[in-house]
């Protein structure tokens, strides 16, 4: 990785400030940015959607799989080379078809998209996480006066999260499942799930680079900028519900989160119910699509 040429970046965003408008979305209608030129085509369309009442009887017919698409801006080679020598996307998929029934396939990207962003697009059942929106996370841990050696690290880490972020919406599709409330806060929690209860430390430490990054997002966004409309929810309620999902899971070992600064005391007492209900919601959703 070419650290020098995130530097300049680093330098130029901060002069522009970055409005993130949509990140982690899930795409049902509408194409991306930049997609026509380099793009997957929707030859899984017609697979037929799972049936909901055949609980006990799903067959895998599909796979997570990796598609490497080419790189249209030079200035994100050394990244994407970085990415595929690494298999970064494919050790993903491993771990997830080791887990996953699928009834199609599912794609999973790296790629520029001109648009900082990441995003399922349930059309072409792609998962897509754009290199802009690693840089993005680069340049926001960079402007917290982080190292350059942390904020590329803890860029992993928060990408991570948004990667998981977006299965979460591609498995609400794909399996049809049942989502009461947001469907952004529902693809957060799958996140937090899948990071907390299977990736070890990896895990808490992807959540809490996103928490981060909420928090530092929040502190660069005037509030005459938000839109109250977006499907999202503020930075702020993200960042709290993150750490609330970390101290929830063993309230011993992340003590150290309860704090006035980071999670308040009246949140905290609600947080192992919350982390639970959540956890349990998850792991029922998930369990008929378990492989043994
Ligand atoms: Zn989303």
Redo the contacts with the bound molecule.
């Keep these: 990785m070419n650290r020098s040429q995130f530097n300049l970046l680093a330098v130029l965003a901060i002069l522009i400030i970055v409005t993130v408008s949509c990140v ?3 795409s049902r209608n509408s194409a991306p940015n930049n997609q026509s030129a380099n793009t997957i085509k929707p030859e899984e369309t017609d697979a037929p959607k799972p049936d909901k009442a055949d609980d006990n009887k799903k067959s895998d017919k599909g796979d997570f799989l990796v598609k490497h698409l080419e790189v249209t801006n030079s200035r994100y080679n050394e990244i994407d080379r970085q990415i595929k020598d690494e298999k970064l996307l494919e050790k993903a998929a491993d771990k997830l078809n080791q887990s996953l029934i699928l009834p199609y396939d599912i794609n999973l990207i790296t790629k520029d998209c001109g648009e900082v962003n990441a995003f ?1 697009d349930a059309n072409t059942h792609s998962v897509t996480v754009c290199y802009e929106l690693m840089e993005h996370f680069y340049t926001v841990f960079r402007s917290d006066g982080l190292s350059d050696e942390k904020a590329y690290d803890k860029m992993f880490d928060a990408v991570r999260f948004a990667f998981l ?2 299965i ?2 591609a498995l609400i599709d794909t399996y049809n499942l049942p989502i009461t409330g947001s ?2 806060d529902a ?1 957060d929690r799958c996140s937090s799930f899948i990071n907390l209860t299977e990736l070890g430390e990896d895990g808490v430490n992807a959540v809490l680079a996103a928490a981060d990054a909420f928090a530092i997002e929040s502190k660069n966004t005037s509030s005459n900028k938000r839109n109250l409309a977006d499907e ?1 929810l503020l930075q702020e309620q993200r960042f709290y519900n993150s750490l609330c999902m970390i101290y929830g899971s063993n309230t011993t070992k992340y003590a150290y989160i309860l704090d006035d600064q980071y999670l308040p005391k009246e949140r905290a007492v609600k947080c192992p119910q919350e982390y639970e209900r959540t956890a349990d919601s998850w792991s029922n959703l998930l369990a008929p699509w378990r492989k043994k």
């Design positions: 982690y979305r899930s399922y972020h977006e979460g919406h469907e952004e693809a999202h």
